[in-house]
Antibody
């Protein structure tokens, strides 16, 4: 059974940093591109970043470019999102999702940016 | 970025009724490789999104065949032939033809 389990969320002050993790199981993680997608409270879905299976290709939404870094450790079956210079508008539920067409999603982890 | 416009924003239906949701793109979603990377997701209340339809019309494994997708170019439709209670939630279209991936704003399906 494919499982994606996010962790690392929480309450953080504006300007600070936070690192999210997504532990994958039930499939060969190293064969799949992965994504971070977020959902602000009561809002729709926003793609944040993607990384190819071997980390050769990495893309970011303009809203996070230069502040967020996506990475992966295929030996640990784990996807990461390093978030710096956090803003109130980054407050959201962050999901990891497997490749387009986003066929598997985690349960999400909440990030709240507030003083 | 590609803008996906979903209509209607809210849909009220009775159990057993057939409904359709439209997703219109600001650009053609036909990729140069011949594929059209337009997919449909359902987010039930309090749950993570799940994939229903990929590549316009391909039914994801385990998804009931009352769901169907159609369309081409810039106009796409998700149809539910006989709404069931478990179908309630927010439906999103998402495109992957043009970077970055973009989502429609969602269509909320409610019980009438």
């Amino acid at each position: 059974e494919v499982q994606l389990v996010e962790s690392g969320g929480g309450l953080v002050q504006p300007g600070r940093s936070l690192k999210l993790s997504c532990l994958a199981s039930g499939f060969t993680f190293s064969n799949y591109g992965m994504n971070w997608i977020r959902q602000a409270p009561g809002k729709g879905l926003e793609w944040v970043a993607s990384i190819s299976s071997s980390s050769s290709y990495i893309y970011y939404a303009d809203t996070v470019k230069g502040r967020f870094t996506i990475s992966r450790d295929n030996a640990k079956n784990t996807l990461y999102l390093q978030m710096t210079s956090l803003r109130s508008e980054d407050t959201a539920l962050y999901y990891c999702a497997r490749r387009p067409p986003f066929d598997y999603w985690g349960q999400g982890v909440m990030v709240t940016v507030s003083s | 970025d590609v803008v996906l416009t979903q209509t209607p924003p809210t849909l009220s239906a009775t159990i057993g009724q057939s409904v359709s949701i439209s997703c219109r793109s600001s650009q053609s979603l036909l990729h140069s490789n011949g594929n059209t990377y337009l997919h449909w997701l359902l987010q039930r209340p309090g749950q993570s999104p799940q994939l229903l339809i990929y590549l316009v019309s391909r039914l994801e494994s385990g998804v009931p065949n009352r769901f169907s997708g159609s369309g081409s170019g810039t106009d796409f439709t998700l149809k539910i032939s006989g709404v069931e209670a478990e179908d309630l939630g927010v439906y999103y279209c998402v495109q992957g033809t043009h970077a970055p991936n973009t989502f429609g704003a969602g269509t909320k399906l409610e019980l009438k």
